[in-house]
């Protein structure tokens, strides 16, 4: 019985995305494929435990998911020649995998359409690529379900209304629309890493293994973008690290406080032969390759002591060529207290102060390099400011007690 | 499939010589690739009359139906086979006449 439970999980993670792609492109409507391929599985949940798992369960759930969806336009009878086009016959033999794998491709590329906003890119690709249900995600979002449902309801209808295409965009657009369908999965990554909000976890483990798992994916079907593999390296090398990163009491673990032997070793091999495959490719690496290679260099260390900090400092400094953010030398000044010193790193931080004085990790960097030279009072002050801004509960903690240290007077509370 | 694609502006009739001369160029190439179904400049909202002829006798009412600092200064009615084509033909648009555009599918 939990055998066909478990089963039932992993057939919904490996073929909810390929039986949306796959009716979608034969209805050429997102919503009815969604409601389908639902009850397709809603069937497996109910009948699989009695009568056992069929032997090729993705084709069972297509063949089922297309009778729904047939049975569905038949009883609203609202059959477009779109539709009649679709030759609704029940037995219809299961396309051959290579064409569905592209479907999927085609589904993402659809979820992620720059047409679309950036919350909704993220919700959508939740839900048809990921199988998530829309309680899940408003949970994920910290947003009613009402709200989430009509956000992916208004999406489906934006995507027919307005003739978002349902395919792979063409060669000339594929590296942009690629780097669009990225940010939503680092911003589905990062909700995970970093979650924002009093009363949620401070990491969202269902979040980044979903990400890291929609990432997979896209690897798998587009196995020679250098980008794709650099995000995936990227998000194995970070998640690797996850338990090290809160204590038991709550608190955010900085990477030099971190138990390094926590460290998941799978995950961090797996990261450093994307990296390295990579580097081997020997082509300009973009973003997310560069920021793999940096995490790289820090779980190569086993002691944050044997950090090659000039390495560290140099890939940042690569990193500002592609992405000249004032976040990104925000990064880089941090590395830089490590090899030139705190003082050094103070002022290139201070001049950022303009563009970042609303993000909490300028103030927490500001912090820190202050205490470590000694301007208690400044940190102080420095430290006030992030807790205020910071809105993860174990970044607060492991800020409040680093302001406690410091030497000196403080406030009373 | 055709597409709307209006042009937004708080000003009206006011592109410099070199965007209409761009804007023209941009014109005369999409009509040649077959694009190009209607273009043209609208007057200002204060030159609108709103018509209602719905209860038998028509009110008119002077000015836009929605007051709004900024309106449809002109359009371009396009041709194209789905979003992605139209976006192509309305990134270049909206740089030749150096105003935003909206794009809208017909029905």
Same mark, same amino acid.
């Given at each position: ?12 993670? &490996? ?18 494929? &969604? ?27 297509? %063949? ?17 020649? @779109? ?8 037995? /219809? ?26 919350? $909704? ?24 379900? $009402?709200? #989430? ?33 990225? $940010? ?6 990062? &909700? ?8 949620? /976890? ?32 990227? #998000? ?27 460290? /998941? ?11 390295? &495959? ?86 927490? %960097?500001?912090? /820190? ?30 800020? %409040? ?9 403080? @406030?009373?509370? | ?9 708080? +000003? ?56 709004? +600092? ?24 909206? +740089? ?12």
């Amino acid at each position: 019985m939990s055998d066909v439970r478990e089963t039932i999980t992993r057939v919904h993670h &490996e073929e909810w995305a390929r039986v949306v792609a796959s009716l979608t492109k034969r209805f050429g409507d997102l919503d009815v494929a &969604e409601e389908a391929a639902a009850e397709a599985f809603a069937t497996a949940v109910e009948r699989w435990p009695d009568v056992g798992v069929p032997p090729n369960p993705g084709a069972w759930l297509t %063949t089922t998911a297309n009778r729904k969806a047939i049975d569905r336009l038949r009883r609203e009878n609202k059959r477009d020649d @779109k539709h009649k086009e679709a030759q609704m016959s029940y037995d /219809d033999p299961p396309e051959p995998l290579g064409v569905i794998d592209d479907e999927r491709l085609r589904l993402i590329f659809t979820c992620c359409h720059p047409a679309l906003s950036m919350e $909704t890119r993220v919700a959508l690709t939740l839900r048809m690529v990921g199988g998530l249900t829309v309680p899940e995600i408003a949970r994920a979002f910290l947003v009613q379900e $009402t709200a #989430m449902g009509q956000r992916i309801t208004r999406a489906k209808a934006k995507i027919k209304a307005a003739r978002i295409p349902y395919r792979v965009p063409d060669t000339e657009d594929l590296p942009r629309r690629v780097s669009g369908v990225l $940010t939503v999965l680092f911003i589905v990554f990062n &909700e995970g890493y970093l979650a924002t909000g009093p009363d949620t /976890d401070p990491v969202r483990h269902e979040l980044t293994s979903e990400a890291i798992r929609l990432t997979r994916l896209i690897r798998a079907l587009m196995p020679d973008d250098g980008e794709v593999a650099g995000l995936l390296a990227l #998000m194995l090398l970070t998640e690797a690290r996850r338990t090290a990163r809160v204590s038991a009491s709550g608190e955010l673990v900085s990477l030099d406080e971190q138990d390094r032997g926590s460290w /998941d070793a799978a995950m961090v091999a797996e990261g450093h032969r994307l990296v390295r &495959e990579r580097l081997a490719a020997g082509v300009a690496p973009g973003r997310y390759q560069i920021l793999a290679a940096i995490n790289a260099v820090h779980t190569s260390a086993r002691d944050v002591r044997d950090t090659d900090w000039s390495q560290v400092v140099a890939l940042y400094g690569q990193l500002v060529r592609v992405d000249p953010s004032p976040i990104v030398e925000l990064n880089r000044a941090i590395a830089v207290a490590e090899l030139d010193g705190p003082e050094v790193a103070l002022a290139t931080v201070d001049r950022l102060s303009e563009k970042l004085d609303g993000y909490h990790a300028f103030h927490a %960097t500001r912090a /820190d390099l202050l205490r470590r030279m000694g301007q208690s009072q400044q940190a102080r002050a420095a430290y006030d400011k992030a807790i205020e801004l910071a809105g993860n509960t174990a970044e607060t903690a492991y800020l %409040t007690r680093r302001r406690d240290q410091l030497a000196g007077p403080s @406030k009373p509370s | 499939m055709q597409f709307l694609v209006s042009v937004l502006d708080d +000003k009206t009739n006011s592109a410099t010589p070199e965007e209409m001369t761009a804007i023209t160029a941009f014109n005369e190439r999409i009509i040649a690739d077959g694009n190009w179904v209607f273009a043209g400049g609208l007057a200002a909202p204060s030159a609108a009359t709103v018509v209602d002829n719905r209860a038998g006798e028509a009110i008119f009412t002077d000015g836009p139906y929605l007051e709004s +600092k900024e309106y449809i200064a002109g359009l371009w009615i396009m041709q194209a086979d789905d979003l992605d084509a139209a976006r192509d033909l309305v990134t270049e648009a909206s +740089k030749v006449c150096n105003r935003r555009l909206e794009v809208r599918p017909f029905l």
